[in-house]
């Protein structure tokens, strides 16, 4: 059973910054893809990055790249999302998931196979 567990949210002003992370109990033989979404209040979750078993390819939303960056550490089994000059916008709880099926970066939400409980992320203006 997987178990992805994320950390790091909270509330922060215009301008800030926040590094979410993601510990995944996973044991899987082969590579998997882990990406971020985030849900706001009364809309669908959204794509935000997505990183490679390697890590050598990564892919944002657009509102995401210049100011989030995606990594993973495959020992410890685990995924960060550097987020920086944070928006109001990005206001949302932000999940963490894993993709096994396919090694293809993926922005389908339907494409991951596993999803954490999510941590809510506040900017305030």
């Known amino acids: 059973q997987v178990q992805l567990v994320e950390s790091g949210g909270g509330l922060v002003q215009a301008g800030g910054s926040l590094r979410l992370s993601c510990a995944a109990s996973v044991h899987s033989t082969s590579g998997y893809v882990m990406g971020w979404f985030r849900q706001a209040p009364g809309k669908e979750r959204d794509f935000v990055a997505a990183v490679t078993w390697s890590g050598s390819s990564t892919d944002y939303t657009e509102s995401a790249k210049g100011r989030f960056t995606i990594s993973r550490d495959n020992v410890k089994n685990t995924v960060d999302l550097q987020m920086n000059s944070l928006k109001p916008e990005d206001t949302a709880v932000y999940y963490c998931?894993?993709?096994?099926?396919?090694?293809?970066?993926?922005?389908?939400?339907?494409?991951?196979?596993?999803w954490g409980q999510g941590t809510q992320v506040t900017v305030s203006s």
């Open positions: 998931a894993v993709r096994f099926s396919n090694s293809a970066l993926s922005r389908n939400r339907y494409a991951y196979d596993a």
